[in-house]
């Protein structure tokens, strides 16, 4: 198997061109299609995909995201399940998988960071893994040469953004607001201000993600950012039944407008 993509040198290619980095992000087990949307979202220019593990009690995920984690698990996905299908794909782009802390220390830390890059995923990310004991966990990701990617909030203190800087890998995950995932009417101040922040203290890529629900919103998020995640908008559509085709046309909208404008 050749050796996985790394999510920060994607990134650092998009950007050093002189373009924002978009990051979206999908739920896996989600539709029988579900790795076909992957294929199309890479397709329509995402340059790293996000692939949700679902977890029975995801709590930074708001109801669109729970939704579609309900649905993957009723039909019958599990981590391993999920896993197995990338493991056939041979996908254009690097991969991160988003899920919580449980479910890498049930199964293991090394075991799960193992199957993580045999599935050729490069990155993780554990919103609910405390910084305190990161260390537990990075030991096996290291090993496993996969790269774990930090969040910071907008309450997060400046010295503890250091912290976290120094300690993420791939890019910083700046959370664009207090709350769950999900779409909403406006960009947040505070998307701007953790970006602004961030960008301060690190020279590794900084991407909002959390409320970037439209074209107009990552336009704005990158005006201090290097790029956006964007996830609810894109689950929505898969949650709609849309299929892959339909799915990459939504994520070529905020493709062409941050090629654009940005």
Known sequence: MSENIQIESALRNRIDSGKKALVVYITGGLGDDWTQTMHSVIDAGADVVEIGIPFSDPVMDGPIIQMANDSSIGSGSTPVTILNDLREESPAAPLAVMTYYNLAYRMGHERFASSLALAGISGCILPDLPLEEFEIWS??????????????APTTPDERLVQICARSSGFVYAVGLLGVTGMRSELADSAIEIASRLKNVTTKPVLVGVGIGSPEQAVKACEVSDGVIVGSAVVQEMINGSSPEKVGELVSTFRVALDKNC
Do not use: D
């Open 139 to 152: 030991e096996a990701a290291v090993s496993s040469k996969i790269e774990t990617i930090l969040l910071a």
